[in-house]
């Protein structure tokens, strides 16, 4: 005999596909508290969802690692002019 | 050592007073993430080069009437976005913020297909071919610098207002908040540009970390 947790019925589990659609909320912390706990809830049965998750946690690390580029920094020619006209404006005022 | 130039209180009155370590941490902070933006509107990296030197210009210029009804940071943001703006339209180079892109991938880079059906009897819209953990293969660093290469490359890729969020939330590290000030954005629109672009940074890392396809 099965016994269900009335919970169980009257909790609809979320749906992978809507999950998917709503990674970037969650990790904002945009859902409304009882989204959330939905969100919640399924996660810690789902594992495919769980790896989403996880995917998109490593797609916004490895993008912050881009800021590390050489391509970013200043070229040293153009920040001692920009440091020169800084200090220059202010002994002329 | 150094003072907190992350404070407002403390980074504007040093610049007032001409302290040039205060503006060279700004520039070294800021100068590489502004040039980016600005390449969202410009034709050439000379131009956006251009409008960030002007954009630096302005605000040791207007320092002393700075006002700070925002933060430093979104004001120098915002007359970037502008001088790009300009320069950008007179280049006959602009791209509307909102112009359609042409996606037609799902949301969240998902085929459908991978989903059961709505009317499924047991599990409707739960995974049908669930995704692979990238972290289960273990001869692929997810640090390596091909995936790095991958990631950047995905990026450029993508249409210009999805690139502008994720650079400036995700490399830049920005909060919702700022980039939807500095935007002009609402925070929904802000969350679904976001969410696409991080959608296909993952598509395009997928395969080569062992996705299922």
């Known amino acids: 005999m099965t016994v269900h947790d009335p919970a169980d019925l009257l909790e609809p589990d979320l749906p992978c596909n809507l999950f998917v659609e709503l990674v970037t909320d969650y990790l904002d912390g945009a859902l409304p508290v009882g989204q959330r706990a939905l969100v919640d809830a399924h996660l810690a049965i789902c594992t495919g969802c769980a790896t989403v998750l996880e995917q998109w946690r490593t797609v916004i690390a490895l993008a912050g690692r881009l800021g590390e580029d050489d391509i970013d920094r200043v070229d040293p020619v153009v920040r001692r002019a920009l440091v020169d006209a800084f200090s220059r404006l202010h002994r002329e005022m | ?213």
């Open chain 2, 1 to 213: 050592m150094g003072a907190n130039y992350d404070d407002d209180g403390v980074l504007v009155p040093a610049l007032c007073l001409g302290d040039a370590a205060a503006f060279e941490w700004m520039v070294d902070r800021y100068h590489g993430s502004l040039r980016r933006l600005a390449l969202n509107y410009v034709a050439t990296g000379a131009i956006a080069d251009e409008v960030v030197q002007e954009t630096w210009l302005a605000l040791i210029q207007g320092i002393d009437r700075f006002e700070r009804r925002s933060t430093l940071k979104t004001w120098l943001y915002r007359v970037l976005m502008n001088k790009a703006r300009t320069r950008g339209v007179r280049e006959q180079r602009t791209r509307p913020f909102s112009s359609l892109d042409g996606d037609d991938l799902t949301l969240s880079g998902f085929d459908p297909d991978r989903f059961r059906p709505a009317d499924d009897p047991e599990w409707p819209g739960h995974w049908a071919a669930p995704p692979t953990p990238w972290q289960e293969q273990p001869d692929r660093r997810l640090d390596a610098i091909d995936t790095l290469d991958r990631v950047r490359e995905a990026v450029a890729d993508l249409p210009p207002n999805q690139r502008q969020v994720l650079a400036l939330r995700d490399i830049d590290g920005w909060t919702s908040e700022e980039v939807c000030n500095v935007l002009g954005l609402s925070q929904t629109n802000q969350r679904v540009l976001l969410h696409r672009a991080r959608a296909k940074v993952r598509l395009a890392l997928d395969p080569a970390l062992g996705g299922a396809p």
